[in-house]
C-alpha cells in the first residue's frame, strides 16, 4: 500500500510533525450531515485528524493505516481528550486485510485512492443504506514528485460499484491546494421479490403506524428497491 509514499516515508513524515493534530479535513465537517449516526471506519486515517473530529460527535470510529506513528499519535491525542478509539495498523494493499473489522455505518475514506479490490472489501464491510465517502486530489490535479498520477482518484475507479450504491452527491472543487474530488454513496439492498413482497407487508408495523400507506412508509426509509424479477411486484 502506497499513496505519495511508502510506509518509511509516512512513518518519518508523522514523527516530524508538532505535537497536535491537524485540523479535520473540511470537506469533512462541510458534509458531516450525510454521516449515519453509529460507526466509522476511516481509512488510511493518519495521525487522526478526522477520526478526532467524528470522536468529538460521538461517533464511534475504527481508524486503521499502515503507519505505526500515526496510530502511536492518534492514540495519543484520543487520551488526551478522553476518547475511547478504536485502531489497528493494516495495509490496505494485503487481500483481505479488512476480515477481521466487522460492519459499520459510515466508511471515510480521506486522501487515498483505493484500488477496485479495495474497494470490493470496502463494500462488503458497509451497513445497508450506510454512506461511503471519499475525497482527495482527483483526476484533473497536476501530478508532481509529492502527489504523483497513479494517486489521483479518477470518476472510473467506481463504475463497479454502480450496482450496489446510490450516488449522493458528486463535487469537483479547486483551492489551494489543487484539484480536489469528493463522492458521497449509499449502500442499497437488493432483494427478490418474494422477499420483497414479505417486507412490503410488514412496513406498517415497522414503522409504527398500522395504518400508515405503503408509499408514505417507503418515504420515510427513504429505500431505493431493485426488484430482480421478470414481473412487477403490485404496491
Not at 495495509?91 to 486522501?111: C, E, M
Amino acid at each position: 500500500m502506497e499513496y505519495m509514499g511508502n510506509k518509511e516515508y509516512w512513518d518519518e513524515k508523522f514523527a516530524n510533525r508538532s505535537d497536535n493534530p491537524l485540523s479535520p479535513e473540511e470537506s469533512v465537517t462541510e458534509n458531516i450531515e450525510y454521516f449515519k449516526t453509529g460507526t466509522v471506519l476511516d481509512i488510511a486515517c493518519g495521525d487522526g485528524r478526522n477520526t478526532l473530529y467524528l470522536l468529538e460527535r460521538g461517533f464511534g470510529v475504527t481508524g486503521v493505516d499502515f503507519s505505526c506513528k500515526a496510530l502511536e499519535r492518534l492514540n495519543m491525542f484520543a487520551k488526551r481528550k478522553g476518547y475511547p478509539v478504536n485502531t489497528r495498523q493494516i495495509d490496505l494493499s494485503v487481500k483481505d486485510s479488512l476480515a477481521a473489522l466487522g460492519i459499520f455505518d459510515n466508511i471515510l475514506i480521506n486522501h487515498y485512492r483505493p484500488d477496485k479490490q479495495q474497494l470490493r472489501e470496502v463494500e462488503s464491510h458497509i451497513a445497508d443504506y450506510g454512506l461511503l465517502f471519499i475525497s482527495g486530489f482527483g483526476h484533473k490535479h497536476k501530478a508532481d514528485s509529492k502527489i504523483k498520477e497513479e494517486d489521483l482518484i479518477q470518476p472510473t475507479d467506481f463504475k463497479d460499484m454502480e450496482k450496489s450504491f446510490e450516488l449522493i452527491k458528486y463535487t469537483e472543487n479547486q483551492d489551494d491546494r489543487g484539484f480536489l474530488l469528493l463522492i458521497f454513496s449509499v449502500k442499497e439492498i437488493h432483494i427478490n421479490p418474494h422477499a420483497f413482497c414479505r417486507l412490503a407487508s410488514r412496513l406498517p408495523a415497522i414503522c409504527g403506524a398500522a395504518q400508515m400507506e405503503r408509499e408514505n412508509c417507503f418515504s420515510n426509509f427513504r429505500i431505493r428497491f431493485h426488484i430482480q424479477a421478470e414481473f412487477p411486484v403490485p404496491l
